[in-house]
């Protein structure tokens, strides 16, 4: 059940600041950032909250939204939009004007929320009242507060409280149907709808993908050759001197390069772990990110176009004296990629090769490394 509320929990996990330091808090473009073993949140409203510790309390007044993950959380501070939370135990103490997405151990809401909930956890309590729809997924769940839309409920052991009231459907997912007894002062007979437990997981489970057809991988195939050609061919039209530098230095050490890149996007996508480490370093998490995603595409651009050089060299065309030339070059390299890349097994290994030694001659131009730096 856990699967419904991945995305949220995603967010809030890459969203909050590292533990490493204990009370770091850091207000920026009226949001706040905090991170430490035991965090308290106060001070003036803020607009976004983003917290992390292994306690985590948040007293301030949230405008916007609250992202908070520990091990005990309370939120205490009214927020304005929405919710995210995860831990050990958690427990909403104000009222929230959006949604409210938990995911824990224990979970206790005792105070008002005006948009959706949606929680999943062990042990799971309802005290307040919530105005739009609810989604719960526990072992142990109370429930003594009024849901006014519907509620889809998946529990092992169910308490009605004497305030429990569904204004709408209550749909009811377990393995005993013939055990589920919804008292009618909660909702109707005509309101309570029983299903299989599976039915909750297959309605929830990620879309399986269909294997696209023969006409659909051709023109994916095309369309990639077309995207990757016209980047190469505008490279080159650009910067012709640069990339015939580039090419020279793939081709003559194509190894060299290919550990150089490597390191570089190894570099790249491990700089994640240690800003995220920093605290505040997290703010430049999605520079590192898009940094790695650009060094192999344009690691990947290089590498079929010097392999497209190569090909038409040998197809005699020699080197490329003009943009129509680095053209039919770019376009070659970009097909002889795409092919390489349809070989089972071992296509994407060479894929990988390309844009490697392509990333790399792009690192070691930019430092100004040399395979006899190293030798020496």
Known sequence: MLRVFLPALIIGLAAVPALAEDGGDWRFGGDAYVGGRNVVVTGEPVDDLFAAGRSVTATVEIEGSAHMAGQNVTLEGRVGENFYGLGQDIDVDAPVAGDVTIAGQNLTITEPVSGDLRAAGQSIELR????????????????????????????????????????????????????????????????????????????????????????????????????????????????????????????????????????????????VVLLAMTGFGILLIPLSIVAAVLLALTGYVIGTYALGVWATGVAGRGEPASTGDRAVAAFSGAAIGALIGLIPWLGWLAVMAIFLVGGGTLVARTIRLEYDDLAA
Not at 151 to 168: H, Y
Not at 190 to 212: G, L, N, S
Not at 219 to 246: C, E, S, Y
Request: net charge negative; hydrophobic share 50%; no cysteine.
């Open 128 to 271: 307040a009242p919530v105005a739009g729809s609810a989604v719960i997924g526990g072992e142990d769940v109370r429930i003594d507060a009024s849901v006014m839309g519907d509620m889809a409920l998946a529990a092992e052991d169910v308490d009605w409280g004497n305030d429990a009231r569904v204004e709408g459907d209550l749909h009811v997912y377990t393995d005993t149907p013939d055990a589920v007894e919804v008292p009618d002062r909660v909702a109707g007979s005509d309101q309570v709808f029983v299903h299989e437990t599976r039915e909750f997981e297959d309605m929830h489970a990620m879309p399986v993908m269909e294997r696209p057809s023969l006409l659909q991988r051709l023109r994916n195939w095309i369309g990639g050759v077309i995207v990757v050609g016209l980047l190469g061919t505008l490279f080159a039209a650009i910067a012709p001197n640069f990339l015939a530098g580039l090419r020279a230095r793939a081709i003559a050490r194509p190894v060299f390069t290919g550990v150089v890149g490597f390191v570089g996007l190894s570099a790249l996508i491990g700089s």
